[in-house]
């Protein structure tokens, strides 16, 4: 089997009218870089067209892979089995609404030779105000409560070497503490600009409201783990050392 030198994953739930697009995009911008890539579509549980559609692009797509969960389980359970499946060196993601742009990938990748991971911050967001607000404030009270700096942590297009995601702790709602879950094991991460764009189509399948108090018991989870992790250092003795 041939090396691998990008992996990228993308959870898909019911995105009939983007995940078309989002590979040609992906094609458009990947195939000419020269690199050996795969793209791992997560289908989490899509009661539309998503994965009919998929099936019909993986005909005439190498480099195009589909795992299919065997329901919907969320955005971290996605990732987490996109994880599990991937062969490349590198790892990025983004999300499958093509408001994270493909073409950011490869700027980020050449950003590792400073740091073990990137991250995508929005700055100019293109979302609706509700959505914007809700994501400052939570931020703001995620940084305060883990003795954080990240602006944008809940933004999905983020790029990796692969050593980075062995050994994470895997729960429901992991996705929001990528960066600080990173670093706990050491690795340097890194915060950089990206584009955002306005959704292509349908709307938003993991909202604001009904992840709010879940993500607040996740925040508490990880400032304990946070606090608890032993950083402590061991070196062999040897005679006469």
């Known amino acids: 089997m041939n090396p691998v030198e990008l992996s990228l994953v993308i959870p898909a739930r019911n995105e009939e009218e983007t995940v078309g697009p989002l590979l040609k995009r992906i094609r458009e911008v990947l195939e000419k870089t020269g690199l050996s ?28 892979r589909i795992l299919k969960l065997d329901g919907p389980h969320g955005q971290t359970a996605a990732m987490w089995a ?9 790892v990025a993601t983004l999300d499958a609404d093509l408001q994270n742009d493909p073409a950011e990938i490869p700027r980020l990748m050449a950003l590792l030779d400073k740091a073990d991971a990137v991250c995508g911050w929005r700055q100019k967001r293109q979302d609706p105000w509700l959505r914007k607000v809700s994501t400052k404030i939570a931020n703001f009270v995620r940084n305060k409560l883990t003795d954080e700096t990240i602006h944008d942590s809940a933004c999905s297009l983020k790029v990796y070497k692969r050593c980075c995601l062995e ?10 503490f990528m960066p600080t879950l990173v670093k706990m094991q050491g ?14 189509a349908g709307r938003a399948k993991y909202g604001v409201w009904n ?17 608890r992790f032993i950083r402590c250092r061991a070196q062999e003795i040897f005679p006469d050392s």
């Open 37 to 64: 890539f795969e793209v791992v579509v997560v289908d989490d549980g899509s009661t539309d067209r998503t994965l009919e559609i998929l099936k019909v692009e993986q005909r005439t797509t190498p480099w195009l």
């Open 82 to 90: 996109g994880f599990q499946a991937v062969r490349g060196r590198i």
């Open 167 to 176: 050994g994470l702790p895997f729960f429901e709602g992991m996705h929001r």
């Open 187 to 200: 690795y340097r991460v890194i915060e950089v600009p990206v584009s955002h764009h306005p959704r292509y």
């Open 211 to 227: 992840r709010i108090f879940r993500a607040f018991a996740d925040l508490l989870a990880v400032r304990w783990m946070k606090k």
